[in-house]
């Protein structure tokens, strides 16, 4: 069984940096993939970026330039940095590890403001 714990959400103005940070624990193996998605009120979970253990990232083109996701394998921990924050980006933002399995962290509010 694998455990994601969320941190860092919150209240940011527009414009601003806010950074999530997710810790991984549990039998984890590597390769695997982490991720982060979110959920805005009314639409689907969807994918913002994800990284590899061996560091191949991926964005949304929403948050391309803007976001940067990173991870210490050691820690098995996952980090997003947001930067030039824009309302849209208002969501719960969920941490993800796929291993074997699918596992999902309990989502953290981040909440953007004009």
């Known amino acids: 069984q694998v455990q994601l714990v969320e941190s860092g959400g919150g209240l940011v103005q527009a414009g601003g940096s806010l950074r999530l940070s997710c810790a991984a624990s549990?039998?984890?193996?590597?390769?695997?993939?982490m991720a982060w998605y979110r959920q805005a009120p009314g639409q689907q979970r969807e994918l913002v970026a994800s990284?590899?253990?061996?560091?191949?990232?991926n964005y949304a083109d929403s948050v391309k330039g803007r976001f940067t996701i990173s991870r210490d394998n050691a820690r098995n921990t996952v980090s997003l940095q947001m930067d030039s924050v824009k309302p849209e980006d208002t969501a719960v933002y969920y941490c993800?590890?796929?291993?074997?399995?699918?596992?999902w962290g309990q989502g953290t509010q981040v909440t953007v403001s004009s």
């Open positions: 990284i590899t253990s061996s560091a191949i990232t």
């Open positions: 993800y590890i796929r291993i074997t399995y699918s596992y």
């Open positions: 549990g039998r984890i193996f590597r390769p695997n993939t």
